[in-house]
């Protein structure tokens, strides 16, 4: 049951950042003041069961899930992964934070379009102060967030339509592979 449990709670707050339109997202989010698209973290210290739960799995979620780039303002450069190039994935170095050379810039809430130059290419020479070629090489195959209004859009990660859905056959799987892997080991000789 713990990982259907889990799994719900992690499609709640999927939920929470790509469907904020919805009247319980709204007033989760009001009332739990998240202003942010995707905050680092939505721990409260006084909250109800369901808040908790979500909140616990947050920092596991956020590795779950990634931006399709739009016009770069809510993606952050840092804390984010961002992997997505014409609905084809590039290989992911996950979050940028480990691999920066100057981390007293992660707290600064840098987002891509602050790395995008006037003509609309990457700011080669902002990303040389901090990364490392291979990472640099890694930035340079995605494309750039574009002067548009079109807002970056979350993705999860492990769809093949990245989106997150538990129809009717994931739960089935979901429960009897749960089950059947604590009680009984795991399945067709794993």
């Not at 291979?134 to 079109?150: A, G, M, T």
């Not at 993705?155 to 129809?167: T, V």
């Amino acid at each position: 049951m713990y990982t259907v449990n889990k799994a719900f709670m992690q499609k709640l707050g999927y939920l929470l950042i790509t469907h904020i339109a919805a009247l319980w997202v709204i007033l989760l989010r009001k009332k739990y003041m998240v202003i942010a698209t995707c905050p680092e973290s939505i721990a409260r210290a006084n909250c109800t069961p369901l808040w908790h739960a979500i909140s616990n799995g947050w920092s596991e979620f956020l590795t779950n899930i990634a931006w399709s780039i739009g016009n770069g303002n809510s993606i952050n450069l840092f804390n984010d992964i961002w992997v997505l190039f014409n609905d084809i994935w590039v290989p992911s170095l996950g979050s940028l934070r480990d691999h920066t050379s100057d981390p007293t810039l992660l707290s600064c809430g840098l987002s891509l379009k602050d790395f995008v130059v006037e003509d609309g290419v990457w700011d080669h020479n902002a990303l040389l102060d901090l990364f490392p070629t291979l990472v640099i090489d890694h930035i340079l195959s995605i494309k750039c967030p574009e002067q548009c209004d079109v807002d970056d859009k979350c993705m999860w990660r492990w769809m093949l339509k990245h989106n997150f859905e538990l129809n009717w056959r994931t739960q089935i799987w979901l429960a009897l592979c749960g089950h059947r892997r604590r009680h009984f080991g795991p399945p067709f000789g794993e």
